[in-house]
């Protein structure tokens, strides 16, 4: 959960527009243009969707069968008040909630990061049981250790994984695999280690207001935000699987 409940609302306020947000709709997107293959009748659940923001873009995109759920009473009222399909539920108490086989797609971004690994496994699990065979299970997740700063403190986060974090999830899962992953923004990751580096130094030294702490989802300058973008763009054209970022991008497929 996030901490701070004015966090919802800059999400809500930001995520049409902020270039994190939409470079990570746009894969996201991109992986379910090419599950679907023009069919935009395919079932998809957003678990853990916030305030509606990936929601709002699918339906856009021509999706009609769009669901989504998440535990906080802001987020299901913001997406609400879009008029999105949106639920009151715990991801990590899935099992019973959803027939089994329900979902073509199922898309989980930054969430994990806030359980401990047990809960993580068991609801990679219940999400799989849910997925249709030859489904999807795509979800972003934070990065690396060495990202870490203020801002995991502003959206409780307990780990930042890397790829072998869901190998190791998905041991036990005999029925699924990672088809796809890669890591991103390398070009930006010198930027973001500086701001963090910065964050763990004033953490260190107590400059922190700790009450009222903030993540780093805030709208930067036009012309700092459509730089950001363009060198995400940049960096997908010429990058098939980045090496190194703070977020990893993952696609699990269910088997037949
Ligand atoms: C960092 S936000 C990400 C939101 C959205 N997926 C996005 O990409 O913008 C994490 C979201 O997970 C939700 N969440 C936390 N614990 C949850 C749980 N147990 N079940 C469902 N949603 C949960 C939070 O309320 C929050 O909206």
Redesign the pocket.
Same mark, same amino acid.
């Given at each position: #959960?996030?901490i701070n409940s004015e966090e919802?609302r800059s #999400?809500f306020e930001t995520?049409e527009k902020l270039w994190w947000?939409k470079i990570?709709h746009e894969k996201v997107i991109s992986e379910i243009n090419s599950f679907s293959k023009g069919n935009k009748q395919i079932k998809i659940l957003?678990?853990?969707? =916030?305030?509606g =923001?990936?929601l709002l873009k699918l339906q856009s995109t021509g999706y009609q069968n769009i669901k989504g759920?998440? %535990? !906080?009473d802001?987020?299901v009222g913001f997406s609400k008040s879009r008029g999105l399909d949106v639920q009151k539920?715990?991801?990590?108490?899935l099992q019973g909630v959803f027939e089994k086989e329900s979902f073509d797609i199922i @898309?989980?971004?930054? @969430?994990l990061y806030? %359980?401990d690994d047990l809960i993580i496994e068991k609801t990679i699990s219940s999400i799989v049981d849910i997925l249709k065979p030859n489904g999807v299970f795509i979800t !972003?997740n934070n990065a690396f250790e060495v990202f870490r700063g203020t801002h995991d403190i502003a959206? =409780?986060s307990k780990k930042r994984f890397v790829l072998k974090d869901f190998k190791a999830y998905l041991s036990r899962t005999k029925n699924a695999s990672i088809v796809n992953h890669h890591y991103w923004s390398l070009f930006l990751s010198p930027l973001i280690l500086v701001v963090r580096l910065v964050q763990k130094l004033k953490l260190k030294l107590n400059l922190v207001d700790l009450q009222n702490i903030k993540?780093d989802v805030e709208m930067p300058s036009e012309f700092m935000n459509n730089l950001f973008y363009n060198i995400c763009k940049f960096e997908s054209k010429i990058l098939e699987k980045s090496p190194f970022g703070s977020s990893i991008f993952l696609v699990i497929k269910k088997e037949k």
């Open positions: #959960m996030l919802y #999400m995520e947000y990570l957003d678990a853990g969707c =916030g305030t =923001g990936l759920l998440d %535990f !906080n802001d987020a539920l715990d991801i990590t108490h @898309v989980s971004d930054d @969430v806030q %359980f !972003n959206v =409780g993540s």
